[in-house]
């Protein structure tokens, strides 16, 4: 069995991320300046979707913390500001790593809250 096969076996989920497209720049009146929107189009990606807490160190030495992760099988760029959708769940993306292996970019993950 090849390497890839056995990997995308631990990745039994169908996670769906969004991508952010802008954030508003008119309607400050209404209240809506700077909010987020997000393609209409989402891409759904096989992965991993675990519950673990992730404790993260901000620049300035302050830490916080994740409570899921995400490995996706992919290679596609994904930013903090996308948002990730499991279950009909909406999650905030903390961190984006991205981990190769000899033949290059292998998969993505996601420390999520």
């Known amino acids: 069995m ?3 096969s056995a990997f995308l076996e ?4 169908s996670i769906v991320v969004k991508r952010f497209t802008k954030a508003t720049t008119a309607g400050s009146t209404q209240g809506t300046y700077g909010f ?3 393609s209409t189009a989402a891409s759904t990606y096989r992965g991993r979707f675990v519950v673990k807490n992730v ?4 620049s300035d030495g302050s830490e916080f913390s994740g409570d899921h992760v995400a490995w996706l099988a992919t290679t596609a760029s994904i930013t903090r500001r ?3 959708t499991f279950h009909a769940t909406t999650y905030e993306i903390l961190q984006v790593g991205i981990f190769p292996d000899e033949t290059g970019v292998h998969h993505t993950r996601l420390v999520l809250t």
């Open 55 to 58: 404790k993260l160190v901000r």
């Open 10 to 13: 631990l990745m039994p989920h």
């Open 2 to 4: 090849a390497f890839e």
């Open 82 to 84: 996308d948002k990730v």
């Open 36 to 38: 987020a929107n997000y």
